[in-house]
């Protein structure tokens, strides 16, 4: 079975861009975080109003090759693990006018997360089977 990702549409804008016209390192951060809030969003059919009911405690980002102003990317996200109170999140972020060359790769770990308490749960088997249902594989 093929897995399929949510994909995120962003367009470059010049503000992003540093003295190179390249998008910047720390832009990648905005475009995963939008990314992964668009996802859960989607996936739980919750209003981005309400809080999620995890929280991102882990992010990392690899560079392939720049983007640039005026560039449209496509973030495919998925979630590729499940702990016990975990779970990860790979994002490809693609360039959708060119080819869908990937520009850069990013990865975040996310905690199951009782605001009320201010502490972590284990990831609900509901949470589990809509993300299988939506994806067909991790």
């Excluded at 975040?108 to 749960?121: E, G, I, K, P, Q």
């Amino acid at each position: 079975m093929t897995k399929r990702c949510f994909e995120t549409p962003i367009e470059v804008k010049y503000r992003e861009v540093d003295a190179m016209g390249h998008v910047g390192s720390a832009v990648y951060y905005d475009y995963l975080q939008h990314a992964y809030l668009s996802f859960m969003h989607a996936l739980l059919d919750m209003p981005p109003t309400e809080k999620l009911p995890h929280i991102m405690v882990k992010t990392a980002c690899e560079y392939i090759r720049p983007a640039h102003y005026g560039d449209r990317l496509k973030i495919c996200s998925s979630v590729t693990r499940f702990g016990s109170k975990s779970f990860d999140l790979e994002y490809l972020m693609m360039l959708d006018n060119n080819g869908n060359a990937i520009v850069a790769k990013g990865y975040s770990t996310h905690v199951m997360f009782d605001y009320s308490n201010n502490a972590s749960l284990p990831v609900p088997e509901e949470f589990k089977a809509k993300v299988e249902r939506f994806q067909g594989a991790l």
